[in-house]
């Protein structure tokens, strides 16, 4: 029944009374076709990162541009405040700008795909999808050059531009970017993936319009977001308002000989909306570490995080955005200033997340989760094969996951949504390599009630000489433990030469030629653990000794004693653990493994063999803009 007339993108729409039957029926047809979009991406990319690794996002929105169902909530408002042309039906728009829609996608490998889904001339959605492109060009093979200073160093920049209009393919424009990549082949291949994703979707959104009409399709959609804010803003009201929280995390270092960099985040509540504000943090890198941070995108991390800790049931979209702001400073690592390099932009991405379980599980400790988002180390390797025939890879490495509320985090796993490892067999059949090692680091996750997962240690034999890159991170800090639970491993990488020696990489490192025969070793992050380890049953860590996950001696940790049959000694466990517990004190909250920054840096070089990094400082450049800024700010104020 027909109620009252709205406006949305200036299209008239009929709000209708959507029965829940027919809700649920859209509901379920928009989940589908966020994960057809999925499939059709997987089965027709090239390039092993998105083919195999899954490192692709997908978006159905509303006309307004809300995000319904996806993973990475809505750009569309960035891409619109900061895009001065028009939108026609038949359009296909493309850009890996992260400066021109406010950060949502945040680094030039992203290739992003726009389509405005139009029926009869009214417009009833948006529909995006974004792949990782293995290659952009730029100083590196790869694109993600740890020292570049500006975006212009990492590769070819694309504005949002319409790569089709009238459903015409733009192929002058398409063949003037891919002749600046070096796997041109295979970026043409992924982009007409992510093109056939979104049609898939268009299909399927019009399918529904025409099945139940469009106003009652757009009413629904609005209904799924006005759900959500009414789901959220009941939990977002359990916060209480005189609170306020405070979390920090660090990045290890840039690259360059600077770091740690701190973020650092206060949250509060006032009245119905929820506050983040992430002054403190430390200025942007004059490399590549920064992150522009889509306020978006942070928003989506919150709603999911609160979503599956209170009602998993929640369909998470754009509809809560009202009720949270988020508070950015200029110049920050987290705001960084064009042209500032974004290429190398995952490690702060990372601990975004380790900050935000951080912070909002200070309110109820029982549902906090350990760190072990730590980082996403990407690892390449290229350079010309025997028969003079360039190869180039791309991948990323996994970790422990965290120790958590319901159980031991899962060992060398990640917690991207939907992201899977490259086959070994894959990584063999087409790379001059061969994988000699493939296990989980021992005693690597983090001791507690609930065990943080293991790392994961891997050895890839070179059989072409070439050169390898590795961005990486949590070397220096450790993945913080929870309620008692202590913290996972750090991270460390080596290459062994064919002669035997032995060369220990930083985190962060491009251009390091290798030889057919040396031997690249790469061990990642621990989980935090959870929770007492005192406190674990005694055939817990019996059992995760015998899977080889935990060793003897790591045992003590728990303070269990293992005799040489895998029998616990329970009168030298009960011992060691009342010993253990008198001397530890009082459980922390967090144990970050150092009590202060300066003491884990006076002790690095003992235990990693790297020098310390230097404290991060303001770039001249960036300090510049920021006085420019207050002086105009005040010149206005003054008017």
């Not at 995080?305 to 998993?312: E, G, L, Q, S, V």
Request: hydrophobic letters at 35%.
């Amino acid at each position: 029944m027909p109620l009252t007339i709205i406006e949305t993108n200036h299209t008239p729409f009929v709000k209708m009374e959507v029965d829940p039957i027919t809700l649920d029926i859209i509901e379920s047809a928009l989940r589908n076709a966020r994960f057809e979009m999925d499939a059709v991406l997987y089965r027709t990319a090239m390039s092993p990162g998105i083919r195999e690794q899954h490192d692709e996002f997908p978006m159905i929105a509303s006309p307004e541009g809300k995000m319904v169902v996806g993973q990475f909530g809505s750009f569309i408002h960035g891409f619109k405040r900061s895009y001065d042309g028009t939108i026609e039906e038949g359009t296909i728009f493309l850009t890996s700008d992260p400066y021109s829609v406010d950060g949502a996608i945040s680094h030039l490998n992203d290739w992003l795909v726009l389509r405005p889904v139009y029926l009869e001339g009214r417009l009833v959605a948006y529909i995006s999808m974004f792949g990782h492109m293995t290659d952009l060009g730029g100083k590196t093979p790869g694109s993600l050059p740890t020292d570049a200073n500006q975006i212009y160093e990492e590769g070819v920049l694309i504005p949002p531009i319409k790569i089709y209009k009238n459903d015409e393919l733009q192929e002058d424009l398409l063949n003037l970017i891919l002749h600046q990549v070096r796997m041109p082949h295979w970026n043409r291949s992924d982009f007409y993936a992510l093109v056939a994703a979104v049609r898939i979707a268009e299909r399927r959104v019009l399918e529904l319009c025409e099945r139940f009409g469009v106003d009652t399709y757009v009413s629904a959609v609005n209904e799924l977001l006005e759900r959500n804010r009414r789901a959220m803003l009941q939990i977002i009201r359990t916060i209480p308002s005189e609170n306020k929280s405070y979390f920090e995390d660090y990045v290890c270092d840039d690259g360059i000989g600077m770091g740690p960099y701190k973020i650092a985040c206060s949250m509060w509540r006032e009245n119905d909306t929820l506050v983040f504000d992430f002054e403190g943090t430390d200025p942007q890198s004059e490399s590549s570490i920064n992150f522009y941070l889509n306020t978006e995108m942070f928003k989506m991390f919150v709603g999911v995080y609160m979503i599956n800790i209170y009602d998993p049931q929640i369909l998470f979209n754009d509809g809560f955005y009202d009720h949270v702001e988020v508070r950015i400073p200029k110049g920050s690592l987290l705001n960084p200033i064009k042209p500032a390099a974004l290429s190398s932009r995952t490690h702060a991405l990372g601990r975004i997340f380790d900050v935000l379980g951080g912070l909002l599980g200070q309110g109820a400790p029982d549902f906090l989760t350990a760190a072990g988002f730590s980082d996403s180390p990407h690892t390449f390797y290229s350079g010309y094969d025997k028969n003079g025939e360039w190869f180039q890879l791309y991948q990323i490495g996994f970790g422990g996951i965290p120790g958590r509320p319901m159980g031991d985090g899962p060992d060398g796993h990640s917690l991207w949504p939907s992201f899977t490892n490259v086959p070994n067999e894959f990584l063999e059949a087409y790379y001059p390599l061969r994988m000699e090692i493939y296990e989980t680091c021992v005693d690597s996750g983090g001791p507690g009630l609930h065990r943080g997962g293991n790392g994961i240690k891997i050895a890839y034999r070179i059989l072409n000489a070439g050169e390898v890159s590795i961005h990486d991170d949590r070397w220096l800090t450790y993945p913080w433990g929870v309620n008692g639970g202590l913290p996972g491993g750090r991270s460390r990488k080596e290459l062994i030469r064919s002669d035997g020696s032995i060369e220990v990489l930083p985190s962060k490192c491009d251009h390091v030629k290798v030889e057919e025969g040396d031997l690249l070793v790469l061990y990642t992050w621990g989980g935090g653990g959870w929770g007492d380890p005192y406190q674990r049953p005694s055939q817990k860590v019996t059992l995760d000794v015998e899977r080889g996950l935990v060793s003897k001696e790591g045992a003590r940790r728990y303070g269990v004693v293992i005799n040489d049959d895998f029998s616990v000694n329970i009168e030298a466990t009960e011992e060691l653990r009342s010993k253990a517990i008198d001397e530890r004190g009082q459980v922390k909250l967090f144990d970050r493994g150092f009590d202060s920054i300066e003491e884990l840096k006076a002790r690095c070089f003992e235990e990693t063999g790297i020098i310390a990094p230097k404290s991060p400082t303001f770039p001249r450049h960036i300090l510049e803009f920021l006085r420019r800024e207050e002086s105009r700010k005040g010149a206005a104020a003054a008017d």
